[in-house]
């Protein structure tokens, strides 16, 4: 049971295969897929950001908007590969039966797998990258160092990406996914720091708060976009890789488990 957890059975060749099968989907769809991801956190932007944040009081020295752009970017990314690897990658399993028509052949399920996870990360790089430069031109980039955002994106993406591919290894059909949402995802959303500093809450609810990972990906985009770095930069982003190494075996796994029977 051991030796097969921590099993890993990759061919590179075969990885890039699957992960390039996703981008030319990607690439008869992307108008329509950028378009909706542009346009959701610009309507944030303009009804929290301008319309709320002029009842708003300046926080940390600065406007509300200013505030809440860079976490925009952090959430973008994660709802972005969110998405992908749960119902895009539920359905291609499924319901198009995708996966089984790649394990019969030289591709292997840890390569689907992590084909699966490369795409969510790409997405995530992608759509938070839009954000961004939405943001740039808004004139709410104050630093260069908002040039390490991408990096930062991928990380986030790397880690959301095994998180719900977990998922989906354990629910036995789409309906379930509600629960991640709800349960998972929409409290990271409004907990994390992406509307409000966390510095007034209760020491446990900071304390919670340190658990999450759209924490330290808010955390970093702020700090990046408003030129606010440090040391303690370098530990959020720590953070992020040493959970996404420490969970990684887990969705190969279970999407083995689940798929090769």
Do not use: C
Request: proline fraction near 6%.
């Amino acid at each position: 049971m051991r030796s097969e957890f921590l099993r890993v059975d990759l061919a590179p060749a075969a990885t890039w295969a699957v992960f390039r099968r996703h981008l030319v989907v990607f690439r008869r769809n992307w108008k329509v897929n950028l378009t909706f991801n542009f346009i959701e956190p610009l309507l944030y932007l303009t009804a929290l950001g301008v319309g709320l944040g002029a009842y708003v009081q300046r926080i940390e020295g600065m406007s509300y908007l200013q505030f809440l752009a860079p976490g925009l970017i952090a959430s973008s990314a994660m709802f972005a590969t969110t998405y992908e690897n749960t119902y895009g990658t539920f359905i291609r399993m499924e319901y198009q039966k995708t996966f089984q028509a790649m394990v019969a052949t030289p591709v292997g399920m840890d390569d689907v797998t992590v084909g699966e996870i490369l795409y969510g990360t790409f997405k995530s790089v992608l759509y938070g990258t839009v954000i961004l430069l939405v943001i740039f031109l808004l004139g709410l980039v104050q630093s260069p160092w908002a040039l390490l955002v991408p990096p930062v994106l991928a990380a986030a993406g790397l880690l959301f990406g095994i998180l719900a591919m977990v998922w989906v290894g354990l629910v036995p059909n789409i309906d379930n996914f509600n629960y991640f949402w709800s349960l998972v995802i929409t409290p990271l959303f409004l907990f994390s720091g992406v509307f409000f500093p966390l510095t007034d809450l209760p020491p446990a609810v900071q304390a919670l708060a340190w658990a999450s990972p759209l924490y330290h990906v808010v955390n970093l985009t702020r700090g990046l976009v408003l030129g606010q770095v440090g040391p303690y930069l370098a530990g959020d982003f720590a953070w992020l890789l040493l959970v996404a190494v420490v969970l990684a075996p887990l969705p190969l796994y279970l999407m083995r488990r689940l798929v090769v029977r």
